[in-house]
């Protein structure tokens, strides 16, 4: 009831409620890719995945744009976020739409274009633009002791809406597999992605131009020299609507040069918030550890459960282990509020990290298909949960225009050590994807890693609930 009582005092603010829309159709779309892409890449006749091809896959998805990402992260705190987003969703439409056709001219025998990859490169790193941008919104759309509640609820819709995109990918792999071709299959999913995307761009165009933020707006900038901290070159966004004379056009070593020092400011910003930067290490550590796991299921679920061939009971019974973690990640909603409650953020954030790891040593280190499912759905838990309380604490700790260019770190860091998990998986692990040391080697990892969160952050109790509903805003 208080939960619900809670998603109603949220659901209050129409800002917040078209933020929602935007986010369960963007990210439907963002899964229906993924899935596409891991269908398309390890699922199809011709290949026989090893750990190097997820971390391929997943490197492709991932790491690129983690190399430009501070270059672009200052447009989100520089232009309204709300036109970022609508611009980023136009572009997925077109580039998914191309994918599809890419896919579709592609016989099943015939090496992957290389155009299909870097087309799902970009469409994936505009994801990553996106998602930072609407996260660094989401403050600007309640009041300040709801963004615990909204934390929750919104990194929520990302597995709900991947599990939703496995349904829909596999009903299209299993109609069209058999009755047209795979390829044919996996241009349906492309093309349906793109729709979504287009449904993303309808819900945005009804959000006002600075409902997202940023609520301050930098003074243009007409040389290097003229480049200062970000700290002291915003002026109101109210007096950005006032007719000022014409600025010279900045050049690229000065769009550059802005770029980067504002990247710098947002980084120093951080290191003054040392608990966000524990959250951020705390998130990294649970998303390395994801990766281990996902990357031995995958091999386990098609090179030791399933014959080479089987490639349609495959893709269900992994499905199976993938649904029941994403519902893991979509029940944090529900138990991250109610955990932190009872014992505030920081002790919360200790128990599912500490959770985390025993769940990983018994059951999920008795390597049967059972044990697996029921471990991947508390491990969702736990790794959701420690991302809701990392939002929380972005949201309360760091300043609105720094908040872009952070959420987009925020992001670099789940990526890095998502694609560093699979390779640690990939180096360890056999092609086989069972092996008990690497199942308890990533146990006592996680329990390592809540030691040191423990140590870390004993001198910052207090701070950590800042922004949570028990905390009155000042």
Not at 253 to 280: E, N, T, Y
Not at 312 to 318: H, K, N, P, V
Request: charged content about 10%.
């Amino acid at each position: 009831m208080e939960l619900l009582r809670s998603l109603r005092a949220l659901l209050r603010h129409r800002a917040f409620r078209r933020l929602l829309g935007v986010r369960v159709a963007t990210q439907l779309g963002d899964g229906l890719v993924q899935v596409g892409m891991l269908a398309y890449a390890l699922f199809s006749p011709q290949h026989q995945p090893n750990g190097w091809a997820i971390v391929t896959v997943l490197a492709i998805n991932y790491l690129p744009f983690s190399f430009i990402a501070p270059f672009v992260a200052p447009l989100l705190d520089r232009w309204p976020r709300q036109r970022s987003a609508i611009c980023t969703d136009i572009v997925r439409t077109l580039l998914c739409a191309v994918v599809a056709w890419q896919v579709l001219d592609t016989s099943d025998s015939a090496a992957e274009p290389v155009a299909v990859y870097v087309l799902l490169l970009l469409v994936m790193s505009l994801n990553r633009f996106v998602l930072a941008g609407l996260a660094a919104g989401l403050a600007d759309t309640v009041d300040e002791n709801e963004y615990l509640h909204a934390s929750s609820l919104m990194p929520v819709i990302g597995p709900i809406t991947l599990v939703m995109a496995g349904i829909v990918a596999g009903v299209i792999r299993v109609v069209f597999d058999t009755a047209l071709s795979t390829n044919t299959a996996d241009a349906i999913i492309f093309g349906t992605a793109a729709l979504t995307f287009a449904v993303s761009v309808a819900l945005l165009a009804r959000i006002g131009r600075y409902e997202l933020g940023p609520t301050t707006q930098p003074v243009p900038l007409t040389s290097p020299a003229d480049v200062p901290p970000l700290e002291a070159a915003h002026i109101p966004v109210e007096a950005a609507h006032t007719p000022v004379p014409p600025q010279p056009s900045p050049s690229f070593r000065q769009l550059l040069a802005h770029a980067w020092v504002g990247a710098m400011a947002a980084l120093h910003h951080l290191k003054s918030r040392p608990i966000v930067v524990q959250g951020l290490s705390a998130v990294a550590l649970e998303r390395t550890g994801y990766g281990v796991l996902m990357t031995v299921t995958i091999l386990a679920y098609r090179n030791t459960f399933h014959q080479a061939d089987d490639l349609s009971d495959a893709i269900a019974d992994m499905g199976v282990w993938f649904i029941a973690s994403g519902v893991g990640f979509a029940l944090s909603g529900v138990a991250a509020p109610i955990i932190a409650a009872r014992l505030r953020v920081r002790n919360a954030m200790l128990a599912v990290l500490a959770c985390s790891a025993l769940v990983q040593a018994l059951p999920g280190s008795v390597l049967v298909r059972p044990t697996l499912v029921i471990a991947a759905l508390l491990n969702g838990v736990c790794v959701q949960s420690v991302k809701v309380y990392t939002d929380t604490l972005t949201q309360a700790h760091i300043s609105d225009e720094y908040r872009g260019r952070v959420f987009m770190l925020y992001d670099i860091i789940n990526n890095v050590a998502l694609v560093l998990g699979a390779l640690l998986a990939a180096i360890f692990a056999p092609t086989t994807g069972l092996s008990l040391p690497v199942y308890l080697g990533l146990a006592a990892f996680l329990l390592l890693g809540t030691a040191w969160f423990g140590h870390a952050s004993a001198a910052y109790r207090a701070d950590f609930d800042k922004g949570s509903p028990w905390v009155t805003k000042p």
